[in-house]
């Protein structure tokens, strides 16, 4: 899980890879289909690994993976809930 900081360098590598795969694919009137978009990712993926030790993991999953996302620790279990609005925690079924 990314924390702010981290979350904000994702963003900023994640825009740098969609605008340079819109822009090969504008200049060589490539489509979705004849473009590969994994590899104009690659440095987000990469930056990744690095980070977290996660390899190949997807772009879009990347961008998930963010702690404000996420909801306070259950006082059961300790796991953070699903969401900050959650009213049970989903690993243990403890109502917070």
């Not at 909801?71 to 809930?81: H, V, Y």
Request: hydrophobic content about 35%; glycine content about 8%.
């Amino acid at each position: 899980m990314l924390n702010e900081d981290e979350y904000a360098e994702a963003s900023r590598l994640y825009s740098q890879c969609m605008t340079a795969a819109k822009a090969l694919r504008q200049h060589s009137g490539l489509s979705m289909e004849g473009a590969s978009i994994d590899d104009h990712f690659r440095p987000l993926r990469e930056w990744y690994e690095v980070l977290t030790g996660y390899p190949d993991c997807h772009q879009n999953a990347i961008m998930h993976h963010r702690l404000r996302l996420l909801g306070e620790p259950c006082r059961g279990c300790g796991r953070p809930l699903r969401s900050p609005r959650a009213k049970m925690c989903a690993a243990c079924g403890a109502t917070v």
